[in-house]
């Protein structure tokens, strides 16, 4: 049985894995500029990081915990044994270096009961992640402080690294001892007539060194609980969505607040925001950027949760990541991690900033330095990749990353039409003539190309292939990463057209390897992850299979409620890509672009 977890975190700090059956945070993650990635804080083998425990004289009344998320992301918890009700709520407040657990103890035994409560936890392990986990060879140390009375857990490697501390707002005795492991335990203890309650606050900073992490601890403890908690229940519900269903609203705004939190963040040392495949250690490709992952599937649903937001991922995107753009995947900090040229990655800065414009109105951004001169660096990459003989643009790796077969890809050529018919709408008051003509030719002449060298015939009839090259050759597949059926979304053909139709019969059919038709969880993958596709049931919403679609996810218990890349074909379970942000963000995304507008993406202004 796969572990069930209830993510949760901020800007600054992620619990990726908060344990449901246990209640327990098995590690905390945050981004680092400097370190290029992540850094993952982890428990031991004796002990998670931080457990929560409520005891009595008769031993532990944590059990048969239920869980729910409070405005879909603040994860609590209910646990009632011997006349006992505790609640438990995981808080990781708006913009603060923080989190804080909260602990109701309430006695309804029908007699007087002496309770302990709070935390205890071990710290073995400090990771740091960029697609690999690899362990921090450092110090790390326990000590008691006077800017929080109680421990300061420090890494260091010479000089500090990170450290993170806890504060009460309750009188709590703090014991700890330095082993290979560092141990340590927190406890509350009360009298608690029946009906009466105790309500423990226990706040965690997480800083540089000692003095931050302890002071952003003191900061939560000075604000309260109830004021921050109040805070972030509001932000969440100024961003959540309805389509009208409320089983699919709950879907939509987990996994839109999934990608808000996990597909970017802000940098602890230099305090910059960045956008990441995933903040979760338990995505297989986390901390590392890709354009295509984050700019095609995170980057639609939070501009339309958070459109001021939105602009400051792309002032990311075109100032960090913009020298090495549509290079296969980057470090956070812009400079190759792993090479290879991709097409899609090219194209979509453009998609999302022809999406940010459409959705603001915000023409001035066009303008801005920045973003000027990294459209035309994009157009400019772009122009020495296209053929001669097909007028088609080439790519080397497909939508998955992995080497292409053939060149010249449908789907790419689809998407840089696309960028290039919005680019011309875009610039028209602001470019020159002599530009805005060459753009207009080469969205008619690309077009034609497309229309003349992709579509073959096959078993009888007119489909798109999936890539072609110079000499005639071309093959029927599918990713979903990039897929045939986005066509009519990306508005080059009408869902009605007969070749598309014909494509998408015969990736669907029982006859195509990787259709999975049949089975009970049916849709498309690739050899990739040769399982269904979550992307493709995303993709389905807004390419007339919405009810497949929405029956599917309705079933599927994916990575507990939260997109993964793929699941099994006959449990609905994740098989790959667990914690998947971006996929989350583009799931969102396209919930409710299907059910609240009918899978068109619009035409930019």
């Keep these: 049985m796969q572990d069930c977890y209830m993510p949760t975190g901020n800007e600054f700090v992620s619990l990726p894995t908060l344990n449901q059956t246990t209640a327990s945070i098995e590690s905390f993650t945050v981004l680092h500029m400097g370190y290029k990635g992540m850094l993952a804080f982890w428990g031991g083998e004796s002990e998670p990081l931080i457990r929560p425990f409520v005891q009595a004289e008769e031993g532990d009344l944590l059990c048969d915990l239920e869980w729910q998320r409070e405005g879909n992301w603040i994860p609590r918890f209910e646990s009632v044994k011997e006349g006992v009700r505790t609640e438990g709520i995981f808080l990781a407040p708006i913009g603060q270096k923080a989190f804080a657990i909260r602990l109701t103890v309430t006695n309804h035994s029908g007699r007087e009961r002496k309770i302990s409560c709070g935390v205890r936890g071990a710290w073995g392990d400090v990771t740091h992640s960029v697609n690999e986990d690899k362990t921090v060879t450092g110090q790390r140390k326990v000590y008691r402080s006077g800017w929080n009375e109680g421990p300061v857990f420090d890494l260091s490697i010479g000089m500090p690294v990170m450290a993170f501390a806890p504060m009460a707002a309750l009188p709590v005795k703090w014991e700890f001892e330095q082993n290979e492991e560092i141990r340590y335990k927190g406890t509350h203890v009360c009298l608690l007539k029946s009906g009466e309650s105790a309500v423990l606050d226990i706040f965690w900073g997480v800083g540089f060194e000692e003095v931050a992490a302890a002071t952003a601890a003191k900061e939560l403890l000075r604000q309260s609980f109830d004021a921050v908690y109040k805070e972030t229940l509001c932000w969440l519900t100024k961003r959540q969505k309805t389509v009208g269903i409320q089983s699919v609203d709950s879907l939509l705004n987990r996994n839109l607040f999934f990608n808000f939190f996990y ?57 960090r990541q913009i020298r090495q753009i549509g290079i296969h995947s980057r470090y956070i900090d812009g400079t190759v991690l792993e090479p290879g040229f991709e097409l899609d990655e090219l194209c979509a800065p453009l998609m999302a900033l022809s999406r940010y414009v459409n959705a603001t109105g915000d023409v001035s951004v066009l303008q801005e330095s920045h973003i000027e001169r990294g459209v035309k660096k994009i157009l400019s990459i772009l122009k020495t990749k296209r053929s001669e003989i097909l007028h088609l643009y080439e790519t080397f790796l497909q939508p998955t990353d992995d080497i292409r077969v053939y060149p010249y890809s ?43 060298h992709c579509r073959k015939e096959y078993q009888g009839k007119m489909i798109f292939a999936w890539s072609v090259d110079e000499d005639g050759n071309w093959d029927v597949y599918d990713e979903p990463p990039g897929s045939l059926e986005l066509l009519p979304y990306l508005g080059f053909c009408g869902k009605e057209d007969p070749v598309w139709q014909n494509t998408i019969e015969i990736l669907r059919s029982p006859d195509y390897q990787y259709s999975f038709a049949g089975k009970p969880f049916s849709d498309i993958g690739c050899p990739h992850a040769p399982h269904p596709w979550i992307l493709s049931v995303a993709n389905g919403l807004v390419s007339g299979r919405k009810e497949a679609s929405l029956d599917f996810l309705r079933r599927a218990s994916m990575d507990n409620g939260i997109a993964c890349e793929s699941v099994d074909e006959m449990t609905g379970e994740c098989t790959t890509g667990a914690a998947f942000a971006t996929c989350a963000g583009f799931l969102a995304y396209c919930l409710m672009e299907g059910l609240n507008e009918g899978g068109v993406d619009h035409d930019s202004v």
């Design 263 to 319: 597909a970017t963040g802000m940098t602890m040392d230099t305090e910059e925001v960045v956008m990441v495949t995933s903040r979760s250690p338990r995505y297989y490709v986390s901390a590392a950027y890709w354009d295509r992952d984050s700019l095609l599937w995170s980057f639609p649903s939070i501009l339309k949760a958070d459109p001021e937001y939105a602009k400051e991922l792309l002032n990311y995107v075109f100032t």
């Design 410 to 452: 449908t789907y790419n050529n689809v998407l840089t039409w696309r960028c290039l018919r919005d680019l011309e709408k875009l610039y028209r008051n602001i470019w020159s003539t002599e530009t805005l003509k060459w753009l207009e030719e080469e969205v008619s002449c690309l077009f034609d190309a497309i229309r003349t």
